[in-house]
């Protein structure tokens, strides 16, 4: 069976200090509200880690804890104090709820988000750094899977260093099946230039959780071309309603259900936490589309 949630970056919650982030229980209350009986943690720190005051407010809006995202920057050698402290923090979260998926993601490096969007100009890791970016990416992988028992997946994520669909194969050939997964994100697919469905057909069976995102290709062409970064790009919509963008979402569907996929796919459509559209509107608008089309 298929389940679909919701997350805190379509509310525009990125980094769990961000003074413009609403409120954590406003954000379980309107996920409820839009239709939505899963949500994944957000950054670490976002909602209270203390366990008995997510359980209670998870029973109160009747809202399960899907999984949560390590958004730390791999790349960087100098930060994985803050990655490992990231990523414990995450772990004892998700099992204190009973959440399964702990999701990795390469956050942006200042080297890679003028070229995100341009597979063919970005800069490339050489073979030593290449070798400790995915070696740092396969500890944490390991610690969730065999220490915590989650299902670790990665995720590919426009201006980092794990983006493009040569280093997501590349990676996914150099650490082993049991402890790396695919959290596979549509929109970042496409952000990325790459055929989201194809890559779903050619990689469904290590793809153990979706995140469903959908892009705006005009926006897309526009911030390429401007090289626009990250979060800028988000401002001005790049991320629109599901179904309004170039995924195949009935498509997209279709691969899922021929190969018996089960468990959460996840909404993630990041926008800016100070934006001009609503959160819970865009949440009810995805609900509704994501049920026409029959999940």
């Known amino acids: 069976m298929i389940q679909i949630g919701n997350a805190p970056c379509s509310w525009g919650v990125e980094f769990a200090d961000d003074p413009r982030n609403p409120p954590w229980r406003k954000v379980l209350i309107e996920n409820a509200e839009a239709g939505f009986k899963g949500i994944e943690l957000g950054p670490v720190g976002y909602i209270p880690e203390d366990p008995a005051i997510l359980a209670k407010a998870l029973d109160e ?5 899907i999984g949560g995202v390590v958004f730390r920057p791999f790349h960087d050698p100098q930060a994985w104090d803050d990655v490992m402290d990231a990523s414990v923090r995450t772990c004892k979260a998700l099992v204190a709820h009973g959440a399964r998926h702990l999701v990795l993601i390469d956050s942006i490096s200042e080297r890679r988000a003028p070229t995100a969007g341009r597979a ?3 800069e490339q890791m050489d073979k030593a750094e290449w070798t400790a970016f995915r070696d740092r990416i396969a500890t944490v992988a390991k610690m969730g899977a065999e220490d915590y028992g989650l299902t670790v997946g990665i995720h590919a994520h426009a201006a980092g260093f794990m983006d493009f669909e040569p280093e997501l194969d590349r990676l996914l050939s150099e650490v082993d099946e049991s402890i790396l997964k695919i959290c596979f994100d549509t929109g970042h697919h496409s952000y990325a230039g790459f ?4 890559f779903m057909q050619r990689n469904i069976g290590r793809i153990s959780y979706m995140h469903f995102k959908d892009i705006d290709p005009a926006i897309k062409a526009d911030v390429i071309t401007k090289r626009t970064g990250f979060y800028d790009a ?12 170039d995924v195949d979402f009935p498509a997209v569907r279709q691969v ?4 018996g996929f089960e468990g959460w796919c996840t909404v993630e459509q990041d926008c800016d936490p100070a934006g001009d559209t609503s959160p819970v509107d865009d949440a009810k608008l995805n609900a ?3 049920k026409s089309i029959g999940f």
């Open 61 to 65: 809006t009747d809202q399960t804890l």
């Open 120 to 122: 063919d100009e970005a």
């Open 195 to 198: 055929d989201p469905v194809a």
């Open 234 to 245: 988000c401002g001005q919509g790049i991320f629109c309603n599901l179904g309004d963008g």
């Open 256 to 259: 899922l259900l021929d190969n």
């Open 288 to 290: 509704t589309y994501l």
